[in-house]
Nanobody, 123 residues
Framework: DVQLVESGGGSVQAGGSLRLSCAAS????????MGWFRQSPGEEREGVAA????????YYADSVRGRFTISRDNAKITLYLQMDSLKPEDTAMYYC?????????????????WGQGTQVTVS
C-alpha cells in the first residue's frame, strides 16, 4: 500500500506564506497523479492544485491560481505546495492525494490514497 504524510501547516497572517510537503512511502511505484485538496468545516472538499507524473502539467483552482504553486520531486517521492499571499479564506485542512491514474485532475475520483491532513490557519 501507499502512505502519505503531510507537513508544513500552521498559522500565518494574511499576506504570508507557507510551504506544505507530502512524503510518500510504500508502493510508490504505483503513483502517477498527485494533488492537494482542502476542506473547511461545513464545506465540501475542493481540489486546490494537481500535477502530472512528470510535473509538466499543473492545474489550479481559480481561487488559488497565481498564489499557489504545486511541484513534485520524484526522486524524493515528495509533493509540495508553495502558498503565497495567503488569505483568511484559505484557512482549511489541507490533504495530499495520490493516484494510480495517469493525468491531472482536481476531482477526487482519480485519487486512491490520501494523507491525514495538515491545518492551515490564516488570520
Amino acid at each position: 500500500d501507499v502512505q502519505l504524510v503531510e507537513s508544513g501547516g500552521g498559522s500565518v497572517q494574511a499576506g504570508g506564506s507557507l510551504r506544505l510537503s507530502c512524503a510518500a512511502s510504500g508502493r510508490t511505484s504505483l503513483l502517477q497523479c498527485m494533488g492537494w485538496f482542502r476542506q473547511s468545516p461545513g464545506e465540501e472538499r475542493e481540489g486546490v492544485a494537481a500535477i502530472s507524473t512528470d510535473g509538466g502539467t499543473t492545474y489550479y483552482a481559480d481561487s488559488v491560481r497565481g498564489r499557489f504553486t504545486i511541484s513534485r520531486d520524484n526522486a524524493k517521492i515528495t509533493l509540495y505546495l508553495q502558498m503565497d499571499s495567503l488569505k483568511p479564506e484559505d484557512t482549511a485542512m489541507y490533504y495530499c492525494a495520490a493516484g494510480r491514474a495517469i493525468g491531472v485532475s482536481l476531482m477526487s475520483a482519480p485519487y486512491n490514497y490520501w494523507g491525514q491532513g495538515t491545518q492551515v490557519t490564516v488570520s
